[in-house]
């Protein structure tokens, strides 16, 4: 009966305890299936498959998609330009 009381007043795991911080948990983010570099592979496999394609249609299939498709150009433009851009961008703005 005195060990069901224990359990009964015990907190759950993981509850703060007065005082304490709680401890931080390292999250192994990568896959221990997944190698170390096959993300970096397949980056640079897309980099080159757009690389050619780019080759092969050259600039005339860009001029097409900001033409018809306006909007999807521009995302892609977005998405190609550096996070930092806008910082950049307002540093810019005020010196003028």
């Not at 907190?11 to 190698?35: C, F, H």
């Not at 996070?83 to 950049?88: G, L, R, T, V």
């Given at each position: 009966?005195?060990?069901?009381?224990?359990?009964?007043?015990?907190?759950?795991?993981?509850?703060?305890?007065?005082?304490?911080?709680?401890?931080?948990?390292?999250?192994?983010?990568?896959?221990?299936?997944?190698?170390?570099?096959?993300?970096?592979?397949?980056?640079?496999?897309?980099?080159?498959?757009?690389?050619?394609?780019f080759r092969a249609?050259?600039?005339g299939v860009i001029?097409?998609?900001?033409?018809?498709?306006?909007?999807?150009?521009?995302?892609?433009?977005?998405?190609?330009?550096?996070?930092?851009?806008?910082?950049?961008?307002?540093?810019?703005?005020?010196?003028?």
């Amino acid at each position: 009966m005195a060990d069901e009381n224990k359990a009964a007043r015990r907190k759950p795991a993981g509850a703060k305890r007065a005082g304490q911080k709680p401890q931080a948990r390292r999250v192994d983010v990568a896959s221990p299936n997944r190698p170390k570099r096959s993300r970096k592979t397949l980056v640079d496999d897309f980099a080159a498959a757009l690389r050619a394609d780019f080759r092969a249609h050259g600039a005339g299939v860009i001029a097409a998609v900001r033409a018809e498709k306006p909007e999807q150009y521009l995302k892609v433009v977005l998405t190609l330009l550096p996070k930092d851009f806008s910082q950049d961008f307002d540093a810019d703005k005020n010196s003028l």
